[in-house]
């Protein structure tokens, strides 16, 4: 069975969890995602960083550790079938 989203970004969206590996958990909430973004986060954007692993920025979100890539398929770590 995959975590859902929120096992790592917590109910509310606000992130931060340290997992195996290293990575944190991004906070997902709207002041976040756009108010705090010089390219702020729109749906399309959201659906390519949850998809494929690429952020905003056109970065590459930081490569999964064990945990992380269990619940996406290579090279993305997000993958809508982790929900
Ligand atoms: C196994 C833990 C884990 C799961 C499950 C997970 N995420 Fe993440 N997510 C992370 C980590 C860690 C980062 C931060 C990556 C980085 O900073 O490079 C992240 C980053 C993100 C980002 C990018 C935020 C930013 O600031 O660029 C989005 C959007 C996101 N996650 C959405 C989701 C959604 C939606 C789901 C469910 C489909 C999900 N995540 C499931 C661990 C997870």
């Not at 905003?56 to 290579?74: F, Y």
Request: include cysteine; charge should be positive; glycine fraction near 10%.
């Amino acid at each position: 069975m995959f975590p859902t989203c929120a096992a790592c970004h917590n109910a509310d969206g606000s992130g931060g969890k340290h997992l195996p590996g290293g990575a944190v958990s991004a906070d997902l909430r709207h002041a976040a995602l756009v108010t705090a973004q010089k390219t702020p986060y729109t749906l399309p954007l959201l659906e390519r960083a949850i998809s494929t692993g690429v952020d905003n920025q056109g970065q590459a979100l930081k490569p999964g550790d064990a945990a992380l890539e269990d619940v996406a398929s290579r090279p993305a770590r997000h993958s809508l079938r982790t929900c």
